[in-house]
């Protein structure tokens, strides 16, 4: 299994640019969720899902879409991007059932919007 | 809101050293997980514990949940330089399935 799985690694973006950050799963979880870490703010939940078709906000969703229209998929889109959402941007799973909600993190997205 | 204070921020100490890391809330959580992340990577997860008074072993690792369930630690003894990362501890609420409140995280760095 790959495990979670982030694309790409790195990105550069221009204020007002739009642009998708891709995440997939092997591990026919039904839970998602994407996380931002900023220094000295720790993770922090942008949007989740608990199943295909099924998304919510977080704790930081503004300027952010999501949609889920498979298990394995959970996009995050950004629409018009801004210097305050540079950022390490990591997309998690879990069973939906496991004990504790642990979670799976994939390697993670490096954001710098100019 | 729930919040989850860890402490200290930063910790740089010497190979053979023990240290603990602390997390601390006013809110009572079904669950605490600690993970630990390294530079470039995601958060690893190391321990779930659920239970109050709870008491986990990792070879060098002990974690112990509170008898509250607010707050938890992290002892590590003899430290080795590959224990050197960002300790990060993540409380369940129960509620929406897998949502988690994470604390801003430990920075270790333990020198040869």
């Known amino acids: 299994n790959a495990g979670v799985t982030q694309t790409p690694k790195f990105q550069v973006l221009k204020t007002g640019q739009s642009m998708t950050l891709q995440c997939a799963q092997d591990?026919?979880?039904?839970?998602m969720s994407w996380y931002r870490q900023d220094p000295g703010m720790g993770l922090r939940l942008i949007h989740y899902?608990?199943?295909?078709?099924?998304?919510d906000q977080g704790e930081v969703p503004n300027g952010y879409n999501v949609s889920r229209s498979t298990t394995e998929d959970f996009p995050l889109r950004l629409l018009s991007a801004a210097p305050s959402q540079t950022s390490v941007y990591f997309c998690?799973?879990?069973?939906?059932?496991?004990?504790?909600?642990?979670?799976?993190f994939g390697p993670g997205t490096r954001l710098t919007v100019l | 809101t729930q919040l989850l204070e860890q402490s200290p921020q930063f910790l740089s100490i010497q190979e053979g050293e023990n240290l603990t890391v602390y997390c601390n809330s006013s809110?009572?959580?079904?669950?605490l997980q600690w993970y630990r992340q390294e530079p470039g990577e995601g958060p690893v997860l190391l321990v779930t514990?659920?239970?109050?008074?709870e008491v986990k072993k990792l070879k060098r690792l002990t974690f112990q949940f509170g008898d509250a369930r607010k707050d938890s630690s992290l002892h590590i003894t003899a430290a080795q330089p590959g224990d050197t990362g960002l300790y990060l501890c993540?409380?369940?609420?129960?509620?929406?399935?897998?949502?988690?409140?994470f604390g801003k995280g430990t920075k270790l760095s333990v020198k040869p």
């Open positions: 993540a409380g369940g609420s129960g509620g929406s399935q897998g949502n988690l409140i």
């Open positions: 591990m026919n979880h039904e839970y």
């Open positions: 809110s009572v959580f079904s669950s």
């Open positions: 998690a799973s879990s069973p939906r059932f496991s004990a504790g909600g642990e979670q799976f």
């Open positions: 899902s608990v199943g295909a078709g099924i998304t």
């Open positions: 514990v659920v239970t109050g008074g």
